[in-house]
C-alpha cells in the first residue's frame, strides 16, 4: 500500500475534533503507541535507514504490527504529500518476532511512544498525536495529495503550518533528540 500524508503542526485538537463529528467521523482508536525500530548496523550493504527503508514494530493498544516502509520522494515533490510504500502485518507474539529479528542480524535503533486518537472518515484517516515535549498535531492520511489538499481546506487547516514529514524532522523541528539505543 502507498502511504500518503501531510502533518498539520500545533493545532487546536477539540475545534478539529468537533468538526469531524459534525461531519459524521468515527473515533477508530485512542491509546498508546509504543515503536521500536529495527535495522542492520554493522552490514552497510543491508542497512535499512541507508537505502530509505524503515522496520518497526508497533504495539498499538493492544496489538501489535511490523511494519516494513520505503520513502517515495519522487511522489511527495508531485503530489504534495509525504508518501511511503508500507507493508503491515499483525504479530501475535511480540517478543518472539522481536528474538527472531535479532537472530538474523537486526538490532534495536531507535524508539519512541505517543498517544493518539484516531478517527475514520469516508477513505481518510485522522490522527492527533502527541508525544512527550511536542505540541499536539494533526496527522491526515488519505488516498492522493488531492484529497488530503481538500480536507484540509474543508477542516479549514490552512492557518497551520503543514509539514510533508516523518518523524525524525518532526523531532529535528522541536529539537528533540529521537532516541537510539547505545
Not at 468538526?19 to 459524521?24: A, G, M, N
Not at 493492544?62 to 503491515?88: G, P, V
Request: hydrophobic share 30%; no cysteine; net charge negative.
Amino acid at each position: 500500500m502507498l502511504e500518503k500524508e501531510i502533518k498539520i503542526l500545533e493545532i487546536n485538537k477539540d475545534e478539529i475534533v468537533k468538526k469531524l463529528l459534525d461531519l459524521w467521523a468515527e473515533k477508530s482508536f485512542e491509546g498508546f503507541i509504543h515503536d521500536v525500530y529495527y535495522d542492520f548496523p554493522n552490514n552497510p550493504d543491508h542497512k535499512m535507514e541507508a537505502n530509505n527503508r524503515m522496520f518497526r514494530l508497533r504495539q498499538k493498544g493492544e496489538e501489535h504490527i511490523y511494519t516494513i516502509k520505503r520513502k517515495r520522494k519522487s511522489y511527495q515533490k508531485s503530489e504534495w504529500a509525504h508518501a511511503k510504500d508500507e507493508h503491515e502485518t499483525p504479530v501475535t507474539d511480540i517478543t518472539s518476532f522481536a528474538k527472531v529479528l535479532e537472530k538474523y542480524g537486526m538490532e534495536k535503533t531507535r524508539e519512541k511512544k505517543k498517544h493518539r486518537v484516531s478517527y475514520k472518515l469516508e477513505d481518510m484517516e485522522f490522527d492527533f498525536d502527541l508525544y512527550e515535549w511536542i505540541p499536539e498535531f494533526l496527522e491526515i492520511e488519505g488516498p492522493d495529495g488531492d484529497t488530503i489538499r481538500n480536507w484540509v481546506k474543508k477542516l479549514d487547516l490552512g492557518e497551520y503550518k503543514q509539514m510533508l514529514w516523518g518523524s525524525r524532522k518532526l523531532f529535528k523541528y522541536y529539537d528533540i533528540p529521537y532516541t537510539y539505543f547505545d
